[in-house]
């Protein structure tokens, strides 16, 4: 029962909040629309070579919400927001209605589309197609469905990785309901991005990466990890990331009479991949990236490359994690304009000091016994496997600083693929520094209402920077405002009380499951 009420707390928790943020306001949710509408149209996804991706209607609307590429209005005015009507109905809703034309759905403009791989897309469509007909807002909000449902998942997920580290159902809710409180979980998970997919199937590989440093290499376990594998190729392309992870995990698994076993698994391992994958990245390996030219590219290298650039882009890089990273870690919202009051983020950051400490006590014991505990096994993978993915990171920026003479510019998000792993560091870290099983789930209790309160702030200040709050019928019609029927008006009366009752079921459950070994 508590799994249920679990999954039903996250898809309600979830869902109000893709309802109560504005249009196009998660991040580079235009972009991600943009390619959803061009799938539909062309029966294929827009590559570089496609001069003009973005329709005529998506345009126009654009830049009513003031949210046009290099003319963004947030980027200059981070409080900027919609002017609003006293009413449901927004001062430019109608005239966005009126776009919804078959030249306009059909004419493209300029070049905007993400050109991603398309799995994300393909199981977007179905959403989009059941408003196929309706206007632009209707068509986006119910596409967001898609990323509601991968964000459910995501916290199930973590469940499982909590009850399989932990080994108690407990830290599994724990871990479910810190994934869950997240600020930028739901966040991202209200709006149509691609990332939600890919955060998904990375979260799914680390926890099959896990079963296999406790269990070692088997036939289907291979093919699992293969599959998910293949599949977040065909999402995102730091898909290939998961290949030195998995290659962490048969490390620290590793012993000396499995190796037969290891070298069996491997066809069931690359066989998914190269089915679900390599039709679209043999040419690529192969060929290389044949849209670049070679000449101009390698000039670029030259004049931005070498010793002292990368001196450069590492200051910046460095700097930019320490600074900027730090705070919007535990939430950044709103084009980067909004984010949590410092008290909440600051308490955070210590958080993480103290896990730090409380590993290197777990450390220092399994040390004294000369044997690493399960536990252990698992803070080694997770340290590895986030090192491994900042690298990457830090890699592509690094040839994208290259080519380009600047930063790509990276976000706490881009982190979010390993988020579990990272929450479930921050937890054994802080359990680590209890002295018995009273202080322990103190601790535990602690935790817990120290991500309440960062979901619940996280909501408030994304209302607050978009909407009035008081009186509250002045919220209501503003939070109505371009937004189709589902979310106007007197629906609001359900779905806000709907969102606290799914916090306060969610809490419950992760309290009551004090008993559950």
Do not use: C
Not at 164 to 172: M, P, Q, R, W
Not at 247 to 258: F, M, T, Y
Not at 272 to 289: R, S, T, V
Not at 468 to 489: E, M, R
């Amino acid at each position: 029962m508590s799994k249920f009420l679990l999954i039903i707390s996250s898809l309600v928790i979830t869902l109000i909040y893709s309802f109560s943020i504005h249009p196009f306001e998660v991040p580079d949710e235009n972009a991600h629309f943009s390619s959803l509408i061009f799938l539909d149209n062309q029966g294929r996804m827009p590559t570089i070579l496609d001069q003009d991706n973005l329709t005529l209607e998506e345009l126009e609307t654009e830049k009513i919400f003031g949210i046009v590429e290099h003319q963004n209005k947030y980027s200059y005015h981070p409080e900027f927001r919609m002017e609003y009507s006293s009413d449901t109905v927004g001062l430019y809703e109608e005239k966005i209605k009126s776009f919804n034309t078959e030249s306009n759905r059909t004419t493209y403009d300029t070049y905007q589309a993400a050109t991603y791989p398309a799995l994300y897309y393909w199981i977007t469509l179905p959403f989009y197609n059941l408003v196929k007909s309706s206007d632009i807002l209707t068509r986006l909000y119910i596409s967001r469905l898609s990323s509601v449902i991968l964000t459910v998942l995501l916290v199930f997920t973590s469940y499982h990785i909590g009850n399989l580290v932990f080994k108690s159902k407990k830290y599994g809710y724990t871990l479910a309901v810190m994934t869950l409180f997240f600020p930028m979980t739901t966040y991202i998970g209200a709006g149509v991005n691609s990332d939600n997919l890919h955060n998904l199937l990375f979260s799914s590989a680390t926890l099959l990466a896990l079963k296999l440093i406790k269990d070692g290499w088997s036939h289907n376990l291979s093919l699992l990890i293969g599959t998910v594998i293949g599949l977040d190729l065909i999402t995102k392309p730091q898909g290939y990331i998961l290949i030195p992870i998995i290659a962490l995990a048969v490390v620290i698994r590793w012993q000396w009479g499995e190796w037969r076993s290891i070298l069996s698994s491997l066809f069931y391992l690359l066989t998914p991949i190269f089915l679900l994958a390599g039709w679209q990245e043999l040419p690529k390996l192969i060929l290389g990236n044949s849209t670049v030219g070679v000449t101009s590219y390698t000039a670029r290298v030259v004049e931005h490359g070498g010793l002292e650039n990368f001196k450069i882009f590492f200051s910046g890089y460095l700097r930019t994690h320490l600074t900027e990273m730090i705070v919007w870690y535990w939430g950044v919202f709103k084009w980067f304009g909004v984010i949590l009051p410092r008290p909440l983020w600051w308490i955070g950051t210590r958080l993480i000091g103290l896990s730090v400490i409380g590993l290197t006590i777990k450390f220092y014991q399994d040390f004294r016994s000369r044997r690493l505990s399960g536990e252990t096994h698992f803070v080694i993978f997770a340290l590895g496997a986030n090192l491994i993915y900042i690298a990457a990171l830090g890699w592509f920026d690094w040839q994208f600083y290259q080519e380009y003479g600047r930063s790509l510019g990276l976000q706490p998000r881009y982190y979010m693929p390993l988020l579990i792993s990272q929450l479930a560091l921050i937890l054994m870290g802080l359990m680590s520094l209890s002295w018995n099983e009273t202080a322990k789930e103190w601790i535990r209790r602690g935790v817990i209402f120290f991500f309440l309160g960062l979901q619940l702030t996280s909501f408030y200040v994304q209302l607050k920077s978009y909407y009035d709050l008081v009186p509250v019928s002045t919220l209501i019609n503003q939070i109505s405002q371009y937004k189709p029927w589902f979310a106007k008006g007197s629906w609001w009366y359900l779905w806000f009380p709907l969102y606290f009752a799914g916090i306060i079921t969610t809490f419950i459950t992760v309290i009551k499951s004090e008993h559950k070994k």
